[in-house]
């Protein structure tokens, strides 16, 4: 009679830099494969279909966390989705210009006229030229030297800006 198999531990490793592991891993071979070559064995070991896989998975995975008070403070400046007065912190400025800077079309070359016209139907009060000063300022809107252009500069906005983003389109 055979004595029945015990179950195998599982042992989790976390792998801070997965490059120098795959050297570390190589040097202890007599015959080893290339640095990329190894790289998607350990990725193809691990359930990816490679190294690239594993790296884009990653990417995806780590999202970064919104400070939910810094969020609170912007969104008090927000009535019904519209901007509705000017915070007298620089940081708060900033998270809700995010949420106008959004709802720019983007790619797409705006007049002085027609920026001012989108930012006063974002707004509940009438000052353009203070929000597109500040939007170039904090470099979230490009002006042409003469200033009759302006164009969203596209960028990934931080994770609190992103978490004002989404609240304020809820409310539109």
């Given at each position: ?11 989790a ?76 912190k ?83």
């Open positions: 009679m055979s004595t029945p198999k015990q179950p195998r531990e599982v042992i490793l976390n792998i801070p830099d997965l490059s120098a592991f795959a050297k570390t891993l190589r040097s202890g071979l007599d015959q080893p494969p290339g640095h990329v070559e190894t790289l998607n064995l350990i990725a193809r070991a691990a359930g990816y279909r490679n190294y690239q896989h594993l790296k884009a998975r990653q990417i995806q995975e780590v999202q970064p966390i919104a400070n939910d008070r810094q969020v609170a403070r912007a969104l008090r400046f927000f009535k019904a989705g519209k901007f509705a007065e000017w915070p007298a620089t940081q708060v400025q900033k998270l809700c210009l995010w949420a106008l800077w959004a709802q720019l079309p983007a790619q797409t070359d705006l007049h002085e006229r027609e920026i001012s016209t989108l930012i006063h139907g974002m707004c509940l009060f009438k000052d353009a030229a203070q929000i597109r000063r500040a939007m170039v300022e904090h470099q979230m809107v490009a002006r042409a030297k003469d200033g009759s252009c302006y164009q969203r500069i596209e960028q990934a906005p931080p994770a609190e800006a992103l978490a004002v983003i989404a609240q304020v389109k809820k409310t539109l």
